[in-house]
């Protein structure tokens, strides 16, 4: 099993919380290959404004054994060389993605995602999706 930490994308928590086979989540198949996981805290915002309750009382959980990274300088200076980047390319994405994978670029860290369309304009980023894990 690798040692290094994983960056998961929050398409990958709504992927395992939604699905009642949770072996047939990516999260889970990830979970076979890697053993650290961290999540950007925009992901953290991202789930629990969409969660109830109850959700957010499994989420917590979830959260407090998990690595959250922060949003920091060196994250938001990865963000605005992204964006110019994008920009430039007529390419945007959404400023949560955007902040999600400048914060596992800064971080050094391959980002898990099920959104590979809007991920994969951002240069340098490493991806795991379902087909290349």
């Known amino acids: 099993m690798a040692d290094e930490v994983i960056c998961l994308d929050t398409s990958v928590l709504i992927d395992y919380f939604r699905k ?6 990516f999260l889970l198949e990830l979970t076979q290959q890697y053993s650290s996981f ?6 953290k915002f991202e789930i629990l404004i969409g969660s109830n309750q109850k959700q957010e009382e499994f989420w917590e959980v979830f959260f407090q054994n998990t690595l959250v990274l922060p949003f920091d300088d060196k994250s938001n200076e990865e963000a605005v ?9 007529g390419n945007l994405i ?4 955007l902040f999600i994978g400048a914060t596992a670029k800064a971080y050094n860290l391959k980002l898990a995602t099920l959104n590979e369309k809007d991920f994969v304009r951002i240069d340098g980023l490493e991806l795991l999706t379902k087909k290349n894990k």
Request: proline share 4%; glycine share 0%.
């Open 20 to 25: 009642t086979k949770k072996k047939n989540s």
């Open 81 to 89: 060389n992204i964006f110019k980047e994008l920009k430039r390319a």
């Open 38 to 43: 961290a999540v950007s805290i925009v992901t």
């Open 94 to 97: 959404d400023i949560p993605d």
